[in-house]
């Protein structure tokens, strides 16, 4: 429950209900992860994550793991994220397992590693998720088979926003871009600050050719709801490269 308040950008209710003290190590790692939501925290979080796994200090309960791996893979360290996971044999360890070897370019491992979520629970919700993950990296015919499972689960559970912006991922990758426009803005209908709508927003306007001003709005958007995103940040990063290479002919 906690978890799923920090991915609707509710951490400082986690923050409220969890002691800044309190012994229990799965609960110790969401407050953690609620914390690091706070760009102010962050490095330091993140530091002393990394610091825990070069120690070997980190601790082996299953919510630990999973945590520190979504951290350490949020800040583009997927080899230490695979090292603290290796202990785990839950299915969302396997889960996470698979979305790290995807952001390594590793589809083969990852689709070994998605085979034994399946001889746990093939038909657990997490393993289709999983699975859509999968198809999406492998692309051409597997795209179907990733819209097709992100449609069962809306039909199953709803329009969530982040049902729908997968989906809407999907269709890009399969050049349908304004039935996919049509499914964001759906998902901004659902929650308007959402920033990976606004991500995949500024790709659609590009694709659809539409006027510059329309994708510097949406820049400016997910600029002003989190100026800390990792979008904003590759993008400011991308800027200041531009300009030494102006500066340096």
Request: aromatic share 6%; glycine share 2%.
């Amino acid at each position: 429950m906690y978890r799923a308040y920090i991915a609707q950008g509710k951490a400082s209710v986690v923050l409220s209900e969890i002691p800044e003290r309190t012994d229990n190590p799965s609960l110790k790692a969401v407050r953690r992860l609620a914390e690091y939501q706070n760009p102010a925290n962050k490095e330091r979080i993140a530091r002393q994550v990394q610091t825990e796994v070069s120690d070997g200090t980190s601790p082996t309960d299953d919510i630990s793991c999973i945590v520190a791996a979504l951290i350490l893979n949020e800040e583009n360290n997927p080899e230490d994220a695979m090292r603290i996971l290796s202990g785990s044999s839950s299915l969302e360890s396997h889960s996470v397992t698979v979305l790290t070897l995807l952001q390594m370019n590793r589809f083969d491992l990852a689709a070994k590693e998605f085979k034994k979520m399946s001889d746990i629970d093939e038909d657990a919700t997490l393993t289709q998720l999983t699975l859509a993950w999968v198809n999406m990296s492998l692309g051409k015919d597997k795209l179907k088979d990733a819209y097709y499972i992100y449609q069962e689960l809306i039909d199953k559970y709803g329009q969530s926003p982040q049902l729908l912006i997968s989906q809407s991922a999907v269709l890009i990758l399969q050049g349908k871009y304004k039935e996919a426009e049509t499914l964001l803005h759906e998902a901004q209908l659902r929650d308007a600050n959402n920033c990976e709508a606004l991500v995949n927003l500024v790709a659609l306007s590009q694709f659809l050719g539409k006027d510059n001003e329309v994708m510097k709005r949406y820049i400016s958007q997910l600029r002003d709801i989190n100026p800390n995103h990792p979008w904003i940040l590759d993008l400011k990063a991308k800027d200041v490269l531009f300009d030494e290479l102006v500066a340096a002919q």
